[in-house]
């Protein structure tokens, strides 16, 4: 009989202690997502604080290049700046990321849509008829990085 009851006493003991191991990896995940998740949302905010910042810079500039008769705009370049300003740009924002404007009201001398890139972020902005302001920030992850050289 006492066989028995040590047998069942320790059939018991392994049940809760798969029982606490299971509850234990469940709340481990569970962490690391909730980590993932905030840690990803705090850097995009941060992405979009360094947009902002790209932007305004673009536009303090633009005024000083519409008073020498110029743009910060260069539809001739792949990214959309003229010469320097760039470099002018990421000294006055601090910024490291890569800038790109997209399209450009050479009337108005106003950037209405841009791309910030940083790291994993991508911060879109666009400006619609009405003159109003919308932001877009997208997490990014490479899956393939391909090169087919011949």
């Given at each position: 009989?006492?066989?028995?009851?040590?047998k069942?006493?320790?059939?018991?003991?392994?049940?809760?202690?798969?029982?606490?191991?299971?509850?234990?990896?469940?709340?481990?995940?569970?962490?690391?997502?909730?980590?993932?998740?905030?840690?990803?949302?705090?850097?995009?905010?941060?992405?979009?604080?360094?947009?902002?910042?790209?932007?305004?810079?673009?536009?303090?500039?633009?005024v000083?290049?519409y008073?020498?008769?110029?743009?910060?705009?260069?539809?001739?370049?792949?990214?959309g700046?003229?010469?320097?300003?760039?470099?002018?740009?990421?000294?006055i924002?601090a910024?490291?990321?890569?800038?790109e404007?997209?399209?450009?009201?050479?009337?108005?001398?106003k950037?209405?849509?841009?791309?910030?890139?940083?790291?994993?972020?991508?911060?879109?902005?666009?400006?619609?008829?009405?003159?109003?302001?919308?932001?877009k920030?997208?997490?990014?992850?490479?899956?393939?990085?391909?090169?087919?050289?011949?």
């Open positions: 009989m006492e066989g028995m009851q040590e069942e006493l320790k059939k018991k003991q392994r049940y809760k202690i798969r029982k606490m191991i299971v509850i234990f990896m469940f709340l481990l995940i569970f962490g690391a997502v909730v980590f993932s998740y905030f840690h990803i949302t705090t850097q995009g905010r941060l992405a979009l604080r360094e947009g902002k910042n790209v932007k305004l810079a673009l536009e303090m500039l633009d000083e290049y008073g020498r008769q110029k743009s910060v705009y260069d539809p001739e370049k792949k990214n700046l003229a010469e320097g300003v760039e470099k002018r740009v990421y000294g924002a910024q490291t990321g890569k800038t404007i997209l399209s450009y009201d050479k009337k108005e001398h950037i209405l849509s841009m791309v910030y890139e940083k790291e994993h972020y991508r911060v879109v902005y666009q400006c619609d008829e009405s003159g109003n302001d919308r932001w920030v997208d997490y990014l992850i490479t899956i393939f990085d391909y090169s087919d050289n011949k």
